[in-house]
């Protein structure tokens, strides 16, 4: 590749912010669900635009589940794939490829997921194989070891790049020992213990129906895929035991300031974060948090982008975003600059975010966002693996078609008064307990941190 | 690019979904700006992708990264509006936008909902009609592209070894600096390198529109009638009059980054997109690389484990080009056994062929990317205004299924053989150790 998109930061707003069915004239298809009696939740979403179609699946089978085994809930979503009863992991990868589909499973810090797309005629293959994959899989020793090597070169390559692992020594920072703390992929030295009984065990506890959802969206008969998908997953055994979320504990989020600096060698420039606790995402205030993130640093002329970028062109790019999940969530700036304007950025980033909540914001900045919050809505909900994504998102975070039909209204009943007493309401994103983190070439003086650390 | 650095135009599809070559309407303005335009109501929205024929191939050293930096500079005001309302005026009317310049082309792209339309067409037509360059505002851009590209190779060693590879492929060709430019040139442009490149490429007559969405044919040509129209045509942009001379021997480049393991990058020189060898060569590129049953993923990454990554890259090219392959050496491996594990594998193509499987496997896959394509507007107007561009015609996206039909294995055997020879490669090398 020739350099491939350095996916800027800036335009994250919320996680995935969720479906409306009138924002801008956009209506979200019909979709249909059931359970099955082992409790697996399917939801089947018809869309004949294009012959493919669509499978998303969550199950808690998270980073949050790691216990002490950081990596583990990574690891054995990969393992899914190294074989299962009736394909060798060689024959799966073939027959996946031979069709032109596609089928990938991970970890994310709270649920394991898989998701696939197909043409719509090798349905019957495709599905045949993710339930294997899900309820059969054969956790190869052989290929586990290599997979496991494969990650530990990983981890090491990923601090080559600040950005990669910048993410995950915050939330170190933010979460502290709550699960949320934990790094998906572990590290060198948890990753180098677990062995293909660990995931074997893991699995075997994890990946369970009566807490998995399955959406799939394409070109298919509602009536002939509930069949196919009852027919597949009904023997699938449910767990005697409710799978407890370990995330469901209190966080107990730093009531100080926290800094954290790393030093790499050869930087020459700086990268940093500056957060602190955020929202969930079942927050009543979520879409009006979304539209005030928007103008802070979620679009191109936020104020962050605007002062950092624009006036100064002190950077590429500086943004902020929430990432909600179900009982927790943070919000963060971050930006890059180069390490002799390293000062400089700091103090425009938390002069933006002062100004922020000594100014409030206007009307025209409010309007503006709503418009662009609205207008740039319905591309997230266009293609089956969107709508997809969106259903099993419902599942997890427990929202339901009413906050969808509601978007477009809240976005709009959000007024300047009611905004500006949002801000007001979240000392959380005040000064008051910013996180720092920088990635710098030399460690500078302590009056730089001093200065802004001051509070 | 203006806020993702994208070089990655990586286009390759086929099939035939819905999508018809006659759903696409063209218009010509008096000016030559040529409009294709896909009426598709399935969501709300529509969008505007702009492809100026311009890219750093149409630099020389001293203004190295003049076209990636105009890039940025279109979007920082204009006659009627002004410093930042370019920005302000789309995001308040809902709509999005950003840009990429590559070695051949500069593309922007907006993003609005349909009932904004005529407003883009307004922001459009004043900034290609009476871009104001400002001194002040040419200071502080030049800061963010300098930013962008130090954060380009902070984060990736690939930026560093693929500029070195190429400046070593590309001697004489403008393909030899990359699309960011040299750090000194980037400090050295001048006001007059900026008004001259304006009034010669950013010409009505040397761009391509492309609008796709939930609008009528019919609003696409009044607005352009009206907001594009008036924009005088300019005289034909000068020719590139530089080609490569062919290579005759190896070329091997070290460089230096602090790396866990080492990077490796071999490339050979291909020909240009309208070249009959593009479609055997992009299958070959599947092949090789595509999904985990793919020649170097299968050998190199699962059963030998010499490397843990193994991609390839053929990309468009308005003229002859990089095949180019990618591999991170694993733990241990020196990289002189993972390059030759490389050659061992491209010899057997040369040697035995492609199995019948293989290139049935690729053509199914490139079905699937195509329907991945059309399932978006943005897809839509991204792969027409493509193929338009590199390819010549629009059409030729609708006739892809047919010409990756007529693909035998023999061809792909026979591109093998002329393209991958030792002499016509460079290989390049990422190693925190130079000294070894």
Redo the contacts between chains.
Sequence with gaps: MKPIALKLIIIGLFFLTFSNVTAQGYKLPEYSSFKLPNGLTVYLMEQHDVPVISVSAVLPAGAIYDNEKAGLAFLTAKALKHGTKNFSKLKLDEEIDFIGASISTDASKEFASLSSKFAAKDKDKVLTIIKEIMLDPFFDAEEFEKEKSRLLVGLEQQKESPRAVIGNYFDKLLYGNHVYGNTIQGDISSIGKITVEDIKSFYKTNYKPNQTAISIVGDFSTKEMKTKLTALFSNWKKSKNKIENPALKNIAYPSGNKVLLINKEDAKETTFYIGSAGISRNNPDFVALEVINTLFGGRFTSMLNDELRVNTGLTYGAGSKFNTLKNGGSFVISTFTASKTTEPAIDKSLEVLNKLHTNGIDEKSLTSAKNYVKGQFPPRYETTNQLANLLTQMFWYNFDATFIENFEKNVDSLNIEKANQIIAQYPNISQKTIFNLYWWEKLPTSKILLKNMVL | MK??????L?LTFSGQ??MKSDDVKTFTLKNGMKFLVVEDF????ANMYLFYKVGSRNEYQGITGLSHFFEHMMFNGAEKYGP?LF??TM???????NAYT?KDVTVYTN???A??MEVIFDLEGDRISSLSIDPKIV??????????R??????????QL?EAVEATAFIEHPYHWS?IGYEDDMKNWKQQDLERYFKMYYAPNNCVVVVSGAIKMAEVKRLAEKYLEPIPAQPEPPKITISEPPQTGERRITVQ?????PYLMLAYHTPETKNEDYYALNILSAVLS?????RLY?EL??KK?LA?VV?T?F?ESFNPSLF?I?A?A??EVNPVDLENAIYVEIEKIKNEGISE?EL??IK??????F??Q?????GKSNNIGTYEVFFGDYKKMFQAPANYNKITVADVQNVAKKYFTKSNRTVGVLKTNTED
């Design positions: 806020k993702i650095m994208f070089l990655l990586l979904a819905q399935s969501i709300p929205n930042k920005d302000q995001e308040f009317n809902g709509g999005a936008n590559t993003w609005f909902p009932s904004a200071e502080s851009e030049r800061g963010v592209v300098l930013s962008e130090s954060t380009g190779l902070e984060n990736s060693p690939w930026r693929s699309v980054k602090e790396v866990a393991t595509r999904g985990q049953s793919s299968s990454v699962n484990q843990t991609f890259d990309g180019s990618y991170v694993n733990k499987v049935q496997k199914n896959q490139k079905l699937m990317e329907y991945n059309v399932e978006t507007i943005n």
